[in-house]
């Protein structure tokens, strides 16, 4: 049977001193003698006793809880933007609620008002890929609580934002196919509503007519989805052409690594039959066999900036101040699934 949770009433009957005075010494406040906070400490362990954070959080109005809310936790880039987001966030004496939506709009807005109710004092959220509005957003931002968005943008919601340069990491990528020889360069895109895949749409197309090649829609193909089952189907579809793609830049390197599945089904060489560039640089595209060609960006640096411009907007609420939007730089990087120059 489990035994009543220790208060500071116990740790003062026990000391034969008053509650105020156990409270001050646990937190080291400098009117009360060293003895007297061992001893307060002492006993407050040996009792099990943990503070009521909810209570000193209604005293201070802050919960010292920060929302972050993802489309999914368990790929390396969601991953590594949460731990640049908790590096910053923990030392700051801030606690963090993780939630992932599953790419689900409904999820998004039920976790929203949830993390209302709670009263954290701030999110950071990259969007579903199903969020086709954000008044859920808007309405979040009327109760003053400070809003970062990060990797997809959410165009018309004024609020801070940190970003990657989509479209120059896909433009870097399909300039390179195109100098390498590559002619019929094929493009495997996401969800159209998504910011991200409308920005790497446009990397590619205008990349296709800085070199005066033809734009031809049957080598443009979108999934519903961002996993490896997602981009089978259309790789496929790709490669059975009678005029096949010697190329495909990918949405991702879920979808890039799709599509090497796909040209190995049909028994073509890559990169000799098929170059293929992926985006994201995941740490498992280097070990494929050929090595995934793949946009890199820094997504450690792009969680510990957005954790650093909201714990900024906390401390100063002033609407007036005028909203961030970072864009990060992507990079090229060539391994053995494209052709070298």
């Not at 006993?43 to 919960?63: D, M, R």
């Not at 490896?228 to 390197?253: R, T």
Request: aromatic letters at 6%; charged letters at 25%.
């Amino acid at each position: 049977m489990s035994e009543p949770r220790a208060t500071l009433k116990d740790i003062a009957t026990k000391l034969n001193i008053s509650i105020s005075t156990v409270s001050r010494a646990l937190n080291d406040h400098p009117a009360i003698n060293q003895r007297t906070k061992r001893k307060v400490k002492s006993t407050a362990k040996k009792l099990n006793y943990y503070p009521n954070l909810l209570a000193l959080n209604l005293l201070q109005k802050k919960s010292h809880i920060i929302g972050v809310v993802v489309p999914e936790i368990t790929s390396h880039f969601f991953s590594s933007v949460i731990t640049g987001i908790q590096d910053i966030l923990r030392p700051s004496n801030y606690n963090i609620i993780i939630c992932q939506s599953e790419e689900s709009y409904t999820e998004e807005v039920e976790i929203l008002e949830n993390l209302m109710r709670v009263g954290v004092d701030g999110i950071l959220v990259s969007p579903s890929s199903s969020t086709k509005n954000f008044d859920h957003l808007r309405r979040f931002k009327k109760t003053g609580i400070p809003i970062v968005v990060f990797d997809r943008d959410c165009p018309g919601l004024e609020v801070d934002k940190v970003l990657v340069d989509d479209y120059d990491g896909a433009f870097q990528a399909v300039d390179y196919l195109v100098k390498s020889g590559c002619k019929r360069i094929a493009h495997i895109g996401g969800p159209l509503n998504l910011s991200t895949t409308k920005h790497r749409l446009n990397g590619y197309l205008d990349a296709l007519k800085q070199h005066d090649i033809p734009i031809d829609k049957k080598y443009i193909k979108h999934v519903k989805g961002f996993t490896h089952e997602d981009g089978i189907k259309p790789a496929k579809a790709l490669l059975k052409l009678e005029n096949k793609p010697d190329a495909i830049f990918a949405v991702n390197d879920c979808i890039a690594i799709s599509a090497m599945h796909a040209a190995k089904m049909l028994n073509l060489k890559i990169p000799e039959e098929i170059s293929i560039i992926g985006f994201d640089d995941e740490p498992h595209s280097s070990y494929f066999t050929p090595g995934l060609s793949t946009i890199w960006q820094p997504v450690y640096s792009m969680g510990m900036l957005s954790a650093r411009i909201l714990l900024k907007r906390i401390d100063n609420k002033d609407e007036k101040q005028k909203l961030r939007e970072e864009i990060f730089k992507p990079e090229l990087v060539i391994r053995a699934s494209s052709k070298k120059m």
